[in-house]
T-cell receptor
Framework: DAGVIQSPRHEVTEMGQEVTLRCKPISGHDYLFWYRQTMMRGLELLIYFNNNVPIDDSGMPEDRFSAKMPNASFSTLKIQPSEPRDSAVYFC??????????FGPGTRLLVL | AQKVTQAQTEISVVEKEDVTLDCVYETRDTTYYLFWYKQPPSGELVFLIRRNSFDEQNEISGRYSWNFQKSTSSFNFTITASQVVDSAVYFCALSDPTGSQGNLIFGKGTKLSVKP
């Protein structure tokens, strides 16, 4: 079975630009999570969905960040406008139960 | 509040040595899960194990073993006869039952370097 798929794997953009990260969860998984990893803060949960519905977005840093899950096989995380401090690795994870999460390969974002 | 502490920031061993990665957690809840994930240099996060708070039996999987002790709130991970391919950052994590939906609280990670 294919694992969690994320695209792009690498993204370099300039400050002020819109960035869209994409995630395809494992088929049959009804939980989807977005995490951010930085050296300073480690791994942080940004938001998660259950059955396509956002359950907890308390980790979203500010209004510049938004996430959607229009269907069971696709989610996006958007940053508009992007800032250099948004540079990080963004992970998507999915699961059938809320406990055991399987992570995608991550998107390495660099905002110049 | 829930918290996971991995006091060892970096560990370096020589191949074939045994190595133990420490994990100490804090939670007020009686029901929770503990996890270990591996992040190799390629960057992905690989799930290794999940342990239920009611199951204190140690687990062994090949060269990997886990020791869960509720009395000391620890969930340590031992690699026996380490290999160069074990070089990675290892994260311990705790599920956040207050969120009741599996918010994982990660430790800062331990970087393991296995030298040939």
């Amino acid at each position: 079975d294919a694992g969690v798929i994320q695209s792009p794997r690498h993204e370099v953009t300039e400050m002020g630009q819109e960035v869209t990260l994409r995630c395809k969860p494992i088929s049959g998984h009804d939980y989807l999570f977005w995490y951010r990893q930085t050296m300073m803060r480690g791994l942080e949960l940004l938001i998660y969905f259950n059955n396509n519905v956002p359950i907890d977005d308390s980790g979203m840093p500010e209004d510049r960040f938004s996430a959607k899950m229009p269907n069971a096989s696709f989610s996006t995380l958007k940053i508009q406008p992007s800032e250099p401090r948004d540079s990080a690795v963004y992970f998507c994870a999915s699961s059938t139960s809320p406990e055991t999460q399987y992570f995608g390969p991550g998107t390495r974002l660099l905002v110049l | 509040a829930q918290k996971v502490t991995q006091a060892q920031t970096e560990i370096s061993v020589v191949e074939k040595e045994d190595v133990t990665l420490d994990c100490v957690y804090e939670t007020r809840d009686t029901t929770y899960y503990l996890f270990w994930y591996k992040q190799p240099p390629s960057g992905e996060l690989v799930f290794l194990i999940r342990r239920n708070s009611f199951d204190e039996q140690n687990e062994i999987s090949g060269r990997y073993s886990w020791n869960f002790q509720k009395s000391t709130s620890s969930f340590n991970f031992t690699i026996t006869a380490s290999q160069v391919v074990d070089s990675a950052v290892y994260f311990c994590a705790l599920s956040d039952p207050t969120g009741s939906q599996g918010n994982l609280i990660f430790g800062k990670g331990t970087k393991l370097s296995v030298k040939p």
